[in-house]
Structures are given as C-alpha cells and as structure tokens.
C-alpha cells in the first residue's frame, strides 16, 4: 500500500475514533460533571505536598511489558501485574473529595476513564499534572465496573503505580482530535484550542463544548 494509501486509512480510522460512543458518552458527561460547581468548592483534607514517586525508574518501567486498553476486559475486574499503560489525558482533572477524575486515551488512541485515589495533589496545580495533553504511565493497571453505572474505568489506588511523563505534555492539543499545536481557539471562553473551524464545530456537537464554555 502506498503511503498516502496508509495516511488515509489511519485518518479514516481516526475519525471513527473519534466518534467512538463511549468516548463521547464519558467526555460528556466529564463535561457535564467539571460544569457543577462542586469542583471549585470542594476542600480536601491531608497534606499540600503533591505525590512524588520513587520506587521506579524509567529504566524498569522500558523493561515492563506494555499493555493496550483493547487487550483489557472490564468485565473480569482484573489487574494486569507486570504490565504498564501509558496514558495522555484529554479533558481538565475532575477533582472529587477522594479521588481525582479524569478521561484518557491509550497509545492506539482508544480512550477511558480514570479514577486515581489517595493522590496528594495541590489543586491549583493538578491540571498541570494531569489535565488535558498530560501523560503518564500506570503500572499494574487495574480495569473495572463502576458500582454506581456498572460501565468500565480504570482504578488506581496505589499513587505509586502512576509515573509522570512531564515531558511529554502536548501543548496547546486540539480539543477534538487531539493534535499538538492547535493554533485556534474558542472565541468566546479563549481556553479550547482547535486545529481549525471543523475541530471547534464537532467539539461543540460531539462532545459537548458548551458546558466547558464560559
Ligand atoms: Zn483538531
Ligand atoms: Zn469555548
């Protein structure tokens, strides 16, 4: 196949994505959930300091096997040992009394949701961390059923399986697609960049733009 013959397809693939309709139902509804102003007027309790992990090195974290979301079934509410996901966040962090909530996207592009507990986070700084185009790893990971809705997330509980890649943000990520350096933005709350007109309008159908929008 020609490369141009491949750049199609994996664009086509891409759109299909996209438009997945459990990636639209949970950034929804994370959107519908960061509108509530209960994020802002939540206090939470225990220390400033944010989590720091020590135990593992990059090195031994290039050794574990890595795992997709794909290759996971949330029915069987397991723990993958041994294996590693790596993860970029999409959406601002959902911070709730004891856990922090946010969605993401495997490396093949297919995303979740993520509940991280026990995280000592700082709150003016937690979107930093793990806010939109944030990237970090999890080991051990673990794939569940919520209780309350009975539908997958990962759960982490453990603050230490997480691993910051802080370098590898992507900065100014279109807000639909997800590419770097989306040079437009929404006019109206000037914080969702987008690619272009395209990205902005399917944002605001798709996902629900407007309840981010203020
Ligand atoms: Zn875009
Ligand atoms: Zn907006």
Redesign the pocket.
């Known amino acids: 196949m020609s490369l141009d013959g491949r750049e199609g397809e994996l664009k086509e693939n891409r759109k299909f994505q996209l438009k997945d309709p459990w990636r639209v139902e949970i950034i929804q509804n994370h959107r519908l959930l960061l509108a509530n102003p209960y994020r802002s007027t939540i206090s939470f309790g225990g220390s400033r300091e944010e989590s720091v992990v020590q135990d593992i090195s990059l090195d031994k974290l290039q050794k574990m096997k890595p795992i997709l979301l794909i290759e996971m079934d949330y029915s069987l509410n397991k723990t993958y040992t041994g294996r590693v996901i790596k993860l970029k966040s999409l959406e601002p962090v959902l911070v709730m009394p004891v856990y922090l909530s946010m969605i993401v996207e495997d490396t093949d592009g297919d995303s979740q949701r993520c509940i991280i507990h026990n995280y000592q986070y700082n709150a003016e700084t937690v979107d930093e961390i793990f806010g939109i185009g944030c990237k970090f790893s999890i080991i051990n990971p673990h794939l569940r059923t919520g209780a309350a809705d009975n539908k997958p997330f990962i759960k982490v509980t453990d603050p230490a399986t997480v691993i910051l890649h802080r370098t590898e943000g992507v900065r100014k990520m279109c807000r639909y697609c997800g590419i770097e350096n989306a040079e437009k933005?929404?006019?109206?709350?000037?914080?969702?960049n987008y690619c272009d007109r395209d990205c902005q309008t399917r944002d605001w159908k798709v996902y629900k733009?407007?309840h981010?929008?203020?």
Do not use: G, N, S
């Open positions: 933005h929404c006019a109206k709350c000037k914080t969702a733009h407007k981010l929008c203020a």
